[in-house]
Structure formats: C-alpha cells, structure tokens
C-alpha cells in the first residue's frame, strides 16, 4: 500500500509531494547550496571550472543565484571519465549504472546507500502517482544492467509491495507466456518495445487474456499518437517516466494519473528551461532545453546539466493534488532535430503523422542521404496489411496521402516508402528510427 491516502488518491511520499510552492522554494535553495559545497570542497575538476567561473558557493543566496553558475554538459562527463567527478570516497559507493550510448565512452554514475534510498524513494513517489498498487504484478521488461531503468523500477516497485517480476528485455515469446501464466497487471517497458509485445501477444492469441492494466514505460519518446495506438492495442494505460543516467537514472519526472504532464520530483530535482543557442533562462511555458541541477546527490552531484530534452515547464495546479512543477512530454532532443532543405524537422512530428493515418505503421525509419550537397530524407514505414502492396492505384493513393499530410506538418517535401508488415526492425529497448547514410 502507498504511505499515504489524502483526498481519496495515494502518495508515497505525500508531504512531499504537495508542500506549498514557498517550501519547495526553501528546501531547494537549502539543498542546492549544500550540493555546490560538495561539488566544490570533494571534486577539484568542479572547484576548478567555478573558480574559472569566478562563483565560491557561499555568492549561492537565492535560487535566482543558480544562474551565475556556468552549465555543464556531456563533455565534462566525458573528460572525467569514469569516476572523476565522484563526490564520495570510492568505498562508500555501492551501485554503478552508465548510459547505453553506443559511440564512444559510456556515461558512468555512482550510488552511495543513501542515494539508492533516495531513488527508489523518487521512483516509487511516480509509480504510485502513475496508479501502481501493493496488488499489482509489475513485469520489468527493461534490460537489466548497466542500464538505469531496469534497477530504478525494481527497487520502486519492490517498496511499494507489488510482485516484481525481473524477466528483463528479450526473449519476447517467453515474456507473453509469463504474462499470461503469472497474471502480470503491470509492464514496464519503452514504449517501442511495448508495441513489440502487444504485436506478439495479438499473433499468439492471447491478447485478450492478459491482465495488464498499466504499463510504466519510459526511456525514449512516446508521442500522444503512439499512446493511443498502445491503449488501443492491449487495453492499457500508458504513463511516461523520464530520467538520464547523468542525473541518477530514472526517477526525475513521471505521469501522475491526470497525465497532464510529467511531475518533476522539484524538491531533489531543480529545473530551467534554457535557449539552446544563447543558454538565456526561459520564462516558465516557453519551449527550450531542460536544464537540470541534482539537489541531494551523494556520490555523483552535478550542476546546471545541459540535457539536450526539449519540453516546457508549467506549475500551475495538477488536479491530482502534487504542487510539483510539471513538464511536458520531451518533444525531442536539440541534437536529434534535422535540418532538411533547411528546415528544421523533429522525428516527434513524423511520428505523429504516421501515427493518425490509416492503413500503415506502427514501425518506421528514416533514412537521411546526402543528394547534391543537401540532406534529403525517405519516410519508410510499415503497411498495416501487405495486401495492399500488390494494389498499385491504391498504394500509390496512400502514399500522395501521406507524403501531402507530411508536407503540410513539416514544410517540405520528403520521400515515403511504403514496405511489407514485419520488414522493419523491432526493437527490445531503445528504439533506433534514424539510419543515417550521409556519410556512406
Ligand atoms: O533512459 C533513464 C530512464 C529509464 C528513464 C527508464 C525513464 C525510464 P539514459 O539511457 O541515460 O537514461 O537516456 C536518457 O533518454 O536524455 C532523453 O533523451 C531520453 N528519455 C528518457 N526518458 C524519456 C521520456 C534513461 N520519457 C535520455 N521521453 C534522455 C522522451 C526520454 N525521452
């Protein structure tokens, strides 16, 4: 059971959760003063890069004051390499998790006991704002490992008393029997990867016996269209978590049952939205990249760190009761935003087309090539029936259909592709839609 019923919903940690936007306010400023003093009395790479800065953590004296911190970003992490930016002494550190980057380095973050409290503390405050209960049999189907998502949700789900069924991702038939066989009411999972199962579940029959009525999904974006594609599918709520491995994982942000917006758990979590160009703080509800500042982070503290998300802030009142600041759904990332014919594009806004129009998806790509000096992009995505592949006039009606509708969202002209059902790779964690031939 959740630690705390209040006007008929539950909490985990509900004082928390609902204090008043002045004591928000306070306990940040206490808590990110104490996370500069750590950041610059245990970890000379930080005391050196204020120093520069001109910044000594006692000029921090109100939040506002966050400001005159310089950013950070992956480079730094990358620079530090694996352990250089730990504020604990390597023995207190009992967890270690990286990020799942495939080039280069891995992003490394380090645990102490008190922090893996914490997190499972944040975590398990968005599962039960999400609607996970003591009674619920919770399938992790993110990878176990390295990966933060797996063990986040694990720990979560563990305190609040739900039967937690650690099958990790794969193995896909096997996780459709175990649904089955187990009753599992709740599926952990990226949303590809849940769109990959419910596929599976509708092939192997058993679509209709499965009991879930819940899925935790997070990890990559999931746009409103692909929401209602899975709700559709399987008989589900779907709620969004977000995290980053730089900022401890899963855990920052999550769906409150009102799914209007992410609350941010602001009271170890301190947000702004900057300009991505000029790094200007943005008023509340303008678009940017979400900037965030850890504020209770043991071994792994870190300031202002650059996330690359794009997303808007809102605090205005959530009817769930959270007074926690609110953020929307990531809409995508500064750096996988393309630019074609010099237009800038979000994979997010394919994704809805794709997504509204009948006939085809839920699986597509786009392959970026390089025509005469300019980037040119091909839309290919699945056809829900492959009959309709030996029905030219009709597919070729489909396709002007599609490639006007993407025109008229986007501002130009890209190709489409229209290819067999279950020809298009599925994907068991992240999903990877862009293949990029550029340089090939
Ligand atoms: O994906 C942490 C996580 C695990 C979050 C499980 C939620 C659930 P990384 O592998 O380091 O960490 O990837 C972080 O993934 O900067 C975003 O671009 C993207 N991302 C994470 N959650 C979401 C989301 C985990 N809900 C990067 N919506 C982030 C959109 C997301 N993008």
Known sequence: MAKERFDGRMFWEKDAETMSRAKIRQLQLERLKWTINRCYNNVPYYKDMLDKAGVTPDMIKTLDDIRRLPLTTKEELRKNYPFGLFASPKEDIVEIHTSSGTTGKPIVGGYTKNDLELWGNC???LVVAAGARREDIAQISFGYGLFTGAFGLHYALQKVGCMVVPISSGNSERQIMIMEDFGTTVLVATPSYAVYLSELAK???VADKLKL????????MCTPEMRAQIEKNIGIIVTDNYGLTELGGCGVSGECEERQGLHINEDHFYPEIIDPDTGEVLPEGEEGELVITPLSKEAFPIFRYRTKDIT????NPCKCGRTL???DKVVGRTDDMLIIKGVNVFPSQIESVIFTMPHIGPHYQLVLRK???MDSLEVQVELIDGS???QY???????????EKLRSVLGIDCGVTLVAPRTITRFEGKAKRIVDLRNS
């Open 388 to 390: 309709l592949l030996e």
């Open 203 to 205: 092939d192997m029959g």
């Open 312 to 315: 808007r802030l809102y605090s």
């Open 393 to 403: 006039s009709k597919l070729e009606a489909l396709q002007h259909r599609i490639r």
């Open 213 to 220: 009525r819940l899925g935790l999904f997070g990890s990559e």
């Open 325 to 327: 600041i609110r953020m």
């Open 123 to 125: 975590m398990a405050r």
């Open 371 to 373: 025509e005469r000096f």
